[in-house]
């Protein structure tokens, strides 16, 4: 087995040569966004994951054809409804405005049998698909491919430094993804006929029998002083 082939193991196969286990599970998940949005707007999801949900680095690759990806590798294999819905959270959070055919999110539950390919891959007459480090993902911005056969060994160095998210982590995140988001109470409109000066406000306080009564006592100081 070669050093790529391990590293691909350890982060994304869900069995033997396969990102699919028995039970048709994954440990893969790919968000995609197809041209003209790239890493720009990917760059975001790359960033918020880590920054909000806390979670390792995907690993970064272009597709060879026409997108650019994020690859989540799960410690555990997770049904590609769960898996597909994390990936959903995902566009919702960061990718909202973006059409639906702009994003592609693998694997899919409406064909559960299909997924990206893993990379690095030949797609096209001089196109490859590669996994790309971060401070080079901004230059496959209108060319999401290699032109030449990326290297093996480079290739497992990119995703060498990359963790699996632990089944705790991605429970976590999938559900701070579904929470809906939180809503700005509007102000309590003041009753008609309530003043909102000081000293209508202190008697109020003073008078109020469900206000403790340390608080009552200092509001009347406040008004003889």
Request: aromatic share 6%; charged share 20%.
């Amino acid at each position: 087995m070669t050093r790529l082939q391990s590293e691909l193991e350890r982060l994304y196969l869900a069995a033997p040569a396969s990102l699919f286990d028995a039970q048709g599970r994954v440990r893969a998940l790919v968000l995609e966004a197809v041209l003209p949005a790239g890493w720009d707007r990917l760059s975001a999801v790359w960033q918020g994951v880590q920054a909000e949900l806390e979670l390792p680095a995907p690993a970064i690759a272009v597709s060879g054809t026409d997108g650019v990806q994020l690859w989540f590798s799960l410690e555990a294999p997770v049904a590609v409804a769960q898996g597909h819905a994390f990936l959903d959270g995902l566009r919702t959070r960061w990718l909202a405005d973006l059409a639906p055919a702009r994003v592609r999110l693998l694997p899919d539950p409406a064909a559960p049998t299909r997924h990206a390919a893993p990379a690095p891959a030949r797609l096209a007459e001089d196109q490859w698909s590669a996994f790309v480090a971060p401070d080079l993902a901004a230059v496959f911005a209108d060319t999401p491919w290699l032109d030449i056969e990326p290297g093996e060994d480079g290739q497992a160095a990119l995703l060498h430094g990359l963790q699996a998210i632990e089944p705790a982590a991605f429970a976590d995140a999938l559900a701070r993804l579904r929470a809906p988001a939180r809503e700005v109470p509007a102000p309590t409109p003041a009753a008609p006929g309530r003043s909102d000066d000081p000293r209508t406000f202190l008697l109020r306080v003073m008078h109020d029998e469900t206000v403790d009564l340390a608080l009552r006592i200092e509001a009347a100081k406040a008004l003889l002083r």
